[in-house]
């Protein structure tokens, strides 16, 4: 049987994009301050903004999917 994912701390609204948001902003400052190869476990809905952040930050990025609604996505080391 498959794990299932879910939230560590679910957000006070029910807003789906809020949620995508928040995600993404937690993403974007963990690169910002690190520059070693990072990966996330991420909601399938934000690769568009992986995509863009890949771009945006020089590093390459690639995903694996877990489910319908979860990925994995590798950064990989921001070089200077």
């Given at each position: 049987m498959a794990p299932t994912m879910?939230?560590?701390?679910?957000?006070?609204?029910?807003d789906p994009e809020f949620a995508r948001g928040v995600e993404?902003?937690?993403v974007w400052t963990a690169l910002g301050n690190d520059?070693?190869?990072q990966d996330?476990?991420?909601?399938?809905?934000?690769?568009e903004m992986v995509l863009r952040i890949?771009?945006?930050s020089g590093?390459?990025?690639?995903?694996?999917?877990?489910?319908?609604?979860?990925?994995?996505v590798?950064?990989?080391e921001r070089k200077p």
């Open positions: 879910s939230l560590l701390l679910p957000l006070d609204v029910d993404i902003g937690m520059p070693s190869s996330f476990t991420m909601h399938a809905a934000n690769i890949a771009e945006a590093r390459k990025v690639c995903s694996t999917d877990l489910n319908d609604s979860w990925i994995v590798e950064f990989a």
